[in-house]
């Protein structure tokens, strides 16, 4: 089967700012990336993906960018860059950037023109509405980090609208201006090496034409956050997004072997339609259906199975377990649950993301709040929203601060580092870290666990168990998620089986057609 890069593939998610240190301010940096290359080659992972490292004033961490052609001084220059991008390749893995297109910084050059004056040329780059008659926002879209979409600009006499912080104006996607100069940021990266982009919050491109209110969500509660409050029906997820997408990806396709990854929070019928007429949106519009999953087996064949019927033909799958955005894996379910999520992850058809620090089983760091960095917690703060607690420094060695920086990490580093640590996960063959590279060596050994179709065998009792199928070889996953021991007979024309991998990395016990499963324990089989 001739598939890209990208389908075999497995990402792993860098959040920069917490990787590795190498200049003690507390920040991570390019360097630090490159100086851990070899620990990403030996986990076995393919690309790399890295949150912004663009020139950005940090009132969201690098997701307001204020020059889309530049490196901010935190994180290098163009010389630590392209020596990221040579070794990279070297190693034999790609790079894939973060795109934010849907805002800037309001200290980009754009925004400032835009802003100067009704009549500057770049005023219709961002979105410009008049007062309602009664003086007030336009309209009720809200901010997703809490309060109005809609900021008032005293100066001009018009609010200007903001998805995200006021430091973070919407750019005006209609315009075939903005368009030209983001196709040209695109050239820009992939000149310079880049692989491909993981495009922020893709779907949010395109608002209403009209600016009709958000509907209520009748299904808000008090303490949720503000942003639940309405439903996105206008504000985001329009028609006119897709021809903007495929606009982005014919751009992307201008190079060879490039991918087009899409940042997607909708349910399953709309996500899938972001790839696009003809296949010609997004390549992958992150799958993100197991980060609100519960832990039941017939819920987890239910996503699967749902999601595998709703990919349009050719439409190649993909999931993800955790981001910068997301409560950790191991916190969310349990760190007993975490091998199983990890060989979940790297079982299913289509292509696996990863999130930095998962494949040690870090969990989220409680963080004091003199400590809190996330301006989402910050203007929402006490209701669990706070996004530091999964950003918190990768966690090297025993050595203090767990060898991610020698000055004042700019997050706590997490207070199990002494034992919970690369070094001391590596030299242990039953541990978290030793599972991820042995589930990616059997990954990259069966063809049948990269590219063989997914068919959910049973979901009886909390166990899942599916079997992965190209041609003459037969793969089969039994996961034990319930909370105790269980037996899981084959089927008979399975029956004959040899035990592949447990997640507690022993032999697994095991003999005729019962496969005999510990508490919290996952076995891979191959049929003969
Ligand atoms: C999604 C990013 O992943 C998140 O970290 C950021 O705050 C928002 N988009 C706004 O760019």
């Keep these: 089967m001739n598939a890209k890069w990208w389908q075999r593939g497995i990402f792993y998610q860098v959040y920069p700012r917490s990787f590795q240190d190498t200049n003690g301010n507390g920040i991570g940096d390019l360097e630090g990336i490159r100086e851990r290359l070899d620990y990403l080659v030996k986990l076995g992972i393919d690309a790399i993906w890295i949150s912004p490292i663009y020139p950005s004033p940090m009132a969201d961490h690098g997701y307001d960018v204020s020059d889309y052609c530049g490196i901010d001084p935190v994180f290098g220059d163009f010389e630590t860059f392209d020596r990221l991008v040579e070794d990279i390749h070297a190693h034999g893995l790609k790079l894939v950037l973060d795109f934010v297109p849907n805002h800037t910084s309001n200290q980009h050059p754009w925004f400032l023109e835009s802003s100067s004056s009704r009549d500057n ?3 219709d780059w961002y979105i410009w509405r008049d007062p309602a008659p009664d003086g007030g926002p336009p309209n009720n879209w809200v901010s997703y980090f809490s309060g109005s979409g809609w900021e008032f600009h005293e100066p001009t ?7 995200y912080l006021k430091e973070q104006p919407d750019l005006n996607w209609r315009n075939p201006e903005v368009r030209e100069e983001m196709h040209n940021v695109l050239r820009f990266w992939m000149k310079r090496g880049v692989d491909g982009f993981r495009v922020d919050v893709i779907w949010h491109l395109i608002k209403d034409a009209l600016f009709r209110d958000d509907p209520p969500n009748p299904d808000y509660k008090p303490g949720d956050p503000e942003n639940n409050r309405l439903i996105q029906a206008y504000s985001a997820d329009q028609p006119e997004v897709h021809p903007v997408i495929a606009g982005l990806r014919r751009v992307v396709d201008e190079y060879p072997d490039r991918v087009l990854i899409g940042e997607i929070y909708l349910p399953v019928s709309r996500l899938v339609t972001y790839y696009g007429e003809d296949l010609g949106g997004a390549n992958l519009p992150f799958n993100f259906q197991l980060i609100g999953a519960g832990g039941h087996a017939k819920d987890l064949s239910k996503i699967i199975m749902d999601y595998e019927a709703a990919l349009p033909p050719g439409g190649w799958p993909n999931w993800v377990l955790g981001n910068h955005d997301q409560p950790r894996i191991a916190s969310r379910i349990g760190p007993e649950f975490a091998p199983l999520a990890g060989m979940l992850l790297l079982t299913l058809r289509g292509t696996p993301t990863m999130y930095y620090g ?14 809190t960095q996330d301006p989402w917690e910050i203007n929402e703060p006490g209701i669990g929203v706070s996004r530091d607690p999964e950003r918190t420094p990768m966690q090297w060695d025993a050595s203090p601060n767990a060898g991610f920086t020698t000055g004042t990490p700019w ?14 996960l590596d030299a242990d063959p039953r541990s978290m870290l030793t599972l991820h590279r042995r589930l990616i060596e059997l990954r990259r050994s069966h063809p049948a666990l990269e590219m063989g179709s997914y068919r959910t065998v049973s979901d009886e009792d909390e166990v899942l168990v599916y079997l992965r199928e190209l041609d003459e070889q037969r793969v089969l996953v039994v996961l034990n998620l319930s909370r105790e021991a269980r037996t899981f007979t084959l089927p008979e024309e399975m029956s004959a089986a040899r035990a592949l991998l447990s997640t507690r990395l022993d032999d697994p016990d095991r003999s005729g057609p019962e496969v005999r499963l510990r508490v919290h324990e996952g076995i891979i089989l191959e049929i003969e």
């Design 121 to 123: 040329p770049k005023r």
């Design 157 to 163: 006499g018009q609010y200007y609208y903001h998805a």
């Design 358 to 371: 998962d494949e040690l089983g870090m969990e989220d760091v409680p963080i004091p709040k003199r400590a």
């Design 411 to 424: 997050l706590p580093v997490s207070p199990d580092y002494a034992q919970r640590n690369v070094a001391t």
